[in-house]
C-alpha cells in the first residue's frame, strides 16, 4: 500500500509528453502546477487514501498527512510514519514499536514523496480528457498513460483550473485495483524545522531499531 501512495503523491507535479496538441494542451497545465508547486517553501497536505477492488467487493480508505520541505519528506498514517532528511528513512510501526531505517534509494527511476515536482519530467504521456464543472468548481481531467510496464496501465489526474492544484489521482491496475488518493487541504509555507524531517531515538526510548542499511 505504501509504495502505491508515494506512486500518486509522485505524480502530483506531471509534465508529461502529450499524445497530441489539444486545444487545452495536458502538458502546459500540469507545468503551471509544477510552476505554482515550486513557489513553496515547505507544504503540508492532508489526503484520503482509498483501495477499490470490485470483484472482491472491497473498498478501504484512510487518511494521511505528508509534509514537504525541500528534498525532506514525513509521511504520517494512523499507526504508521515514515520520514526521511534525503539521507536515511526513518519507518516507524506503533503496533510492533519499531522503527526500520533504510537509505534513500538514489536510482533515478526510485519515487518517493520528495521527488513528486521532477519525476514527471519523464516516465509518461498525457492525455487531456475533458473540463468537469463541481459544485461551481472547474476541474482539467487528464489521463497519464506509463511509457513502460507498470503494474498501472493509467493514472487519472484531476486539476483544480483556478487555484492550479492537483485535487485528485486514481491509479488503475492491470489487476483490477483501484488506488485513489484525494488531497483535502493543502497549505503552503508552514514552519518545518529541519529535524521535523529525522528520527529522534530520545522520543522513543524502548524502541526497536532494525537497520536495514
Known sequence: MKKIILLIISLLGLNIMSFSQNETNPEKILDEVSKKIKTYSTIKIKFINGFENKKDKINESKEGTLYLKGEMYKLEFKGQSVMSDNKTVWTLIDDANEVQINNVITDEDAINPANIFNLYKKGYKSKFIKDELKAGVTYHIIDLVPIKGKSHYKVRVMVDKNKKHITECIVYE??????????KELTPNVTLENNFFTFNKSKYPNIEVIDLR
Open 174 to 183: 492491470k489487476n483490477g485495483n483501484m488506488f485513489t488518493f484525494k488531497i
